[in-house]
């Protein structure tokens, strides 16, 4: 699947949070755009989503253009096709971690029961989560949450990983499980778009983008 991204803004009053930003991600791609704070990433990656409506600009996935269909189709494009990370993610509070990895599977059937259990022995092992795979939410900690909706969004092996600040909530170690996870999954084929401040983060990435004030300033690489 091909992203195509052309001239895309979102104001806010006289704040300019994305300022005509084209880009194009093609399949098997590792983008990431790095900037501070401030600098536009979340209202970027809102609008790839679909979540958040853009003041002018289009968004293509292949040749389907994001604006011009229905919620209830871009719920169902979202759930098959993109893979979702936010900085801050919730998780069903009475299911377990496991419970919480595999629920994309019930939503989608993507494959069959036993390659879901297989992928989720993958996600479970890469990311070091055996001691907590039955605990339910309320004994987690912010960053185990955040490891166990990484090991979600990855689940359904979907076209497209957006990511917005996944190692936010994140100690150095399980930044670098998170790193390790991210450039294994986009060696096999994952095309991914990452939203970081975090440059380690983003150093697998064959293409970075500096974002400053709403614009890319820059090719880092
Ligand atoms: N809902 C909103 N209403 C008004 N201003 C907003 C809103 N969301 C973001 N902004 C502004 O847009 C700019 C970019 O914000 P954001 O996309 O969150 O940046 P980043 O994710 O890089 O930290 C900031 O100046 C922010 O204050
Ligand atoms: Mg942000």
Redesign the pocket.
């Known amino acids: 699947m091909i992203l195509r991204i052309n001239n895309l803004s979102r104001h806010?009053?006289s704040?300019k949070?994305?300022n005509g930003i084209s880009f194009d991600i093609n399949q098997s791609d590792y983008v990431a755009i790095v900037?501070?704070?401030?600098?536009?990433?979340?209202?970027?990656l809102?609008m790839i989503t679909g979540m958040l409506s853009s003041s002018s600009g289009e968004i293509y996935f292949d040749t389907l253009k994001l604006s011009s269909i229905t919620k209830g189709e871009l719920a169902r494009f979202r759930a098959k096709n993109i893979g979702l990370i936010f900085q801050f993610s919730e998780l069903v509070s009475h299911l377990s971690v496991e419970e919480n990895i595999l629920l994309p599977a019930l939503l989608v059937g993507k494959f069959e029961e036993q390659e879901y259990r297989e992928k989720c022995e993958f996600l479970i092992s890469s990311l070091h989560l055996h001691t907590i795979r039955n605990q339910l939410p309320s004994s987690l900690s912010g960053g185990q949450i955040q490891m166990t909706a990484i090991a979600r969004a990855l689940i359904n092996e979907p076209e497209i990983l957006l990511a917005?600040?996944p190692s936010g909530d994140l100690d150095p170690e399980n930044s670098e499980l998170v790193r390790k996870l991210l450039s294994d999954f986009n060696s096999r084929g994952l095309t991914i778009l990452l939203?970081t401040?975090d440059m380690n983060l983003a150093f697998d990435a064959k293409t970075i983008y500096e974002?400053r004030e709403?614009s890319f300033t820059r090719v880092v690489k």
């Open positions: 806010y009053g704040t949070a994305v900037g501070p704070s401030g600098s536009g990433k979340t209202t970027l809102s917005d600040e939203v401040h974002m709403g």
